[in-house]
């Protein structure tokens, strides 16, 4: 079964460096997301992106944020200096048919010390 | 603001019994909405979607909407220890939104 890929599984970093998540969505799907989680808390919105520019962006994708989909495959968000509320599990998703099939990867959780 | 409620639980069920999951949502403008399952420290999976008021099946699952009351629910039937798990109910406007995602019910079931 195809599989949306991120990687690295987990990182850790230096408050005010900048990190660089990255995702392989499934190939043929053309919406791609990206969403967080901080520990015990709800999964929350951050970017979705198709046709390859930004659909919409959430009140926590601020400057600091950005999102590449840099070589046709990859999908990547850009945090360009990481606070210690950024640490959470970020998770890429996309979709052939946007919302209505959203394929999760495993995530990546960011560590922010 | 767009919200999406649910009990935090921890909802204990015994094997083989029923569990009942409730969600409800803010946003009159809701079309669709999910219900994911989430184990702990892995990420979300879908489980089924609605969008018409009423049940729909899915094998051992059951979502229930009514837009009217702005509820949606789900039921389990026969759980299994498997289906141990945090769900997350979700909702969007239409294909081309965001889904936004109520903070989950814990569920254990009890062998």
């Known amino acids: 079964e195809p599989e949306v890929t991120q990687t690295p599984s987990h990182q850790v970093t230096q408050m005010g460096q900048e990190v660089i998540l990255r995702c392989v969505p499934i190939s043929n799907h053309l919406y791609f997301y990206w969403y967080r989680q901080i520990l015990g808390q709800k999964v929350e919105f951050l970017v979705s992106?198709?046709?390859?520019?930004?659909?919409?962006k959430s009140e926590i994708f601020d400057d600091q944020f950005s999102v590449e989909r840099p070589d046709g495959s990859n999908f990547t968000l850009k945090i360009r200096s990481t606070k210690l509320e950024d640490s959470a599990m970020y998770f890429c998703?996309?979709?052939?048919?946007?919302?209505?099939?959203?394929?999760f990867g495993s995530g990546t959780r960011l560590t922010v010390v | 603001q767009k919200e999406v409620e649910q009990n935090s639980g921890p909802l204990s069920v015994p094997e083989g019994a029923i569990a009942s999951l409730n969600c409800t949502y803010s946003?009159?403008?809701?079309?669709?909405f999910f219900w994911y399952r989430q184990y702990s420290g892995k990420s979300p999976e879908l489980i089924m979607f609605i969008y018409s008021n009423g049940d729909k099946e899915d094998g051992r699952f059951t979502a229930q909407l009514n837009k009217a009351s702005q509820y949606v629910s789900l039921l389990i039937r026969d759980s299994q220890p498997s289906d141990s798990a945090t769900y997350l109910c979700a909702v969007n406007r239409n294909r081309d939104d965001k889904i936004i995602f109520g903070k989950g019910t814990r569920l254990h079931i009890l062998p």
């Open positions: 998703a996309s979709s052939d048919r946007g919302s209505y099939g959203y394929t």
């Open positions: 946003d009159r403008g809701s079309q669709s």
């Open positions: 992106f198709y046709n390859n520019e930004i659909s919409e």
